[in-house]
């Protein structure tokens, strides 16, 4: 059952139709990746998910019931118009957030050290808010995300204006969220970090739900029935219908009929020495750019 | 509702306020520089009264026109002397003699009625070099020669009684017309009178100097939370109700601080200046009980009213522009606070007790200037539909507070508003 579900969910804004009849699921320890174009209406989406907008159809269950404040305790999130109040100490805007979110006093400020400390930030703990770079406040906003430990953490474009030292860095914490069996919800424009981090994806388009599934489902789904394969040997001499790839090896395009692991077994038959061989898997920017451009 | 999140949000707002320069110059240091002021006023007044004190008190008179009365005079050390508020008179057979002890720095100066008086009117003053020309203006000793010389002129030529009433033509005896016939007012009426309608127009002002004050932090933290764009993560975390109430509740104690710092100064100077005064005229108890009461209920009913509206603005300006509406209808009492002076249980009164915008000022005003108008019920039924109204319009505020927060860009319709609000 999904920490977070929406079934047939629909939103307007005046004649705006922001989310049509969206239905998916987000299950407990993935990190599940919500993609879409800006302005395809994944805000909406996760503020829907969040209680922070009411749909105007369907449900919306988190932790299996009604979103309430009880249960957003159990949340956390990073909208991707980020938000803190600048005249505020780094320290005591983190130890706020946590008490909003139903620490106790002390505990909010032990885990907004413990935070700072994780992310590297502790010398600034009592500098203002303004006098930081916009990588330390975005670093700041993702320790008030994290310190409650939250069940379920909505983020929201997380590496957006971090430099590549900071991306490992939230790369990491993600990572080991997943570890500790909590699930992460993120979405964002980067598709290497996709790729690389998330094990379900929904793709919003135009308010409609228009990909869902596993990632590696998917990006096979998507993938041309092509193999590249590293040989010494002329496979234009066998009558392979190849070119010459970028990589280096050969770019064969197969039948419908014939599968990747079958050719092989057929190149391996044939006497070719293979040094390496590949299917071609489609990346998720390519799908993206084919799904939303097909669209318009 | 949670009350430790509102609690929290109370506190973070109230936190933020009072550490502002802006708030701690408005509401510490401007009472400090203005006690400042008018200690460096009255002390320098002070000085100078002293200094005046310490001066001479003699004055010198010379009578060439042979016209004073010697009467009021009385021998002493072998002068004629009159000892009149304060002031002594030396009376001279010569001007050499008094212009000698003028000189000497004995008098503070001399006057010398002159030979032909009684044709020209004229009394010369002589000064010392070191006194201010007109410095003679501010004391009552000029008054005392006046009256020296009116009753020297008259006595013995009129009637005792005419005498009298050309020194003094008339006393005025004040009295109003009213059903009862023609009532005479005597002095403490007419203060009583300036007190009741004074206190209820500065309990109006120090309330709604109070409510703006407040609401304008108010208007000013919800532009701060948009133009911040924290609004998701505070919704994210707590109900629209819970910030709504969090910052009314901070936000109205900074304004309720600076409102008790400011009235505890001002009170201070007002019992310290009229101790005398509070022993002849009666203090309209029963508003002042109530008035705390009434503070807090119009400032979250109104409050929370414009914090929804604020909330629809997108900027400070805009917030500020829609939010007017509500100060308007406040300060509605003192719009007409002369008729409600004139007639405070007269229907308009009665009409605008129950009205929970106008209903804190109106009760105040009517217990303030007649509280035997004005029925206990009224009272507690005024204090009743404020209550409603103020958990009416936190329902509704929070509900267009979560809308408005969100809200970017142009203003959707009112039904829109509405649609998304429910």
Sequence with gaps: MGILAYRGVSKRFGKHSALEDVSLEVRPGEVFGLLGPNGAGKTTLIRIGLDILRPDDGEVSLFGAAPEPKTLDRTAYLPEERGVYRRAKVRELLAYLGRLKGLKRTAARTAADHWLERVGLSRVADQRVESLSKGMTQKVQIAACLMTDPELCVLDEPFSGLDPVNVALITSLIEERRRSGQTTVLSTHMMHQVEALCDRVALIHRGRLVVYGQLDEIRRRYSPNEVIVWTATDLLAFGVQATLHRAGGWRVELPPSVTPAGYLNELVRNGVLIDRYEPLVARMDEIFVSLVSGGR | ?422
């Design chain 2, 1 to 422: 509702m949670r009350i430790q999140r509102i609690s929290a949000v109370a506190r973070f707002e109230f936190a933020s306020v009072v550490k502002r320069w802006s708030y701690l110059i408005a509401t510490f240091g401007l009472p400090v520089f203005l006690a400042l002021l008018s200690g460096t006023v009255i002390g320098a007044q002070t000085y100078f009264l002293t200094q005046r004190a310490a001066e001479s008190s003699e004055f010198g008179l010379v009578d060439e026109a042979d016209v004073i009365d010697l009467g009021v005079f009385e021998e002493r050390e072998g002068t004629r002397v009159w000892t009149a508020n304060a002031n002594e008179i030396v009376l001279y057979d010569t001007s050499d003699a008094a212009s000698r002890d003028l000189e000497s720095g004995r008098l503070r100066a001399v006057y010398v009625v002159e030979k032909d008086y009684l044709s020209s009117g004229e009394v010369r003053a002589i000064q010392s070099e070191k006194t201010p020309l007109l410095s003679m203006g501010g004391t009552t000793i000029e008054p005392l020669l006046r009256s020296l010389l009116r009753k020297s002129l008259v006595e013995g030529r009129l009637d005792h009684d005419v005498q009298e009433r050309v020194i003094s033509p008339a006393y005025f005896v004040r009295s109003r017309l009213g059903p009862d016939g023609e009532q005479v007012t005597g002095v403490d009426e007419a203060l009583d009178l300036l007190v009741r309608t004074t206190i209820p127009l500065f309990l109006g002002i120090l309330l709604l100097t109070a409510l703006l004050s407040a609401s304008g932090y108010l208007v000013q933290t919800v532009s701060t939370d948009k133009e911040s764009k924290i609004v998701e993560v505070l919704l994210s975390s707590v109900t629209p109700e819970e910030i709504l109430a969090g910052k009314l509740f901070g936000l109205g104690a900074a304004g309720l601080l600076q409102f008790a710092v400011w009235s505890s100064m001002v009170v201070f100077v007002a019992l310290t200046a009229s101790a005398a005064l509070a022993a002849v005229v009666s203090i309209p108890w029963q508003a002042l009980a109530v008035a705390p009461v009434l503070f807090i209920l119009g400032y979250l009913f109104l409050g929370s009213l414009m914090l929804a509206t604020a909330a629809l603005g997108a900027n400070a300006a805009e917030s500020q522009k829609l939010t007017m509406g509500w100060a308007m209808l406040a300060i509605l009492p003192l719009m007409v606070l002369v008729i409600l002076l004139d007639e405070p249980n007269g229907i308009l009164g009665q009409v605008m007790t129950w009205i929970p915008f106008t209903s804190p000022l109106t009760v105040i005003i009517r217990l303030a200037v007649d509280s035997s108008g004005i029925a206990w019920w009224e009272v507690i039924g005024s204090m009743a539909v404020l209550l409603v109204s103020t958990w009416v319009s936190i329902r509704i505020g929070a509900r267009l507070f979560r809308v408005g927060f969100l809200l970017t860009g142009s203003m959707p319709s009112l039904a829109e508003l509405w649609r998304q609000a429910r």
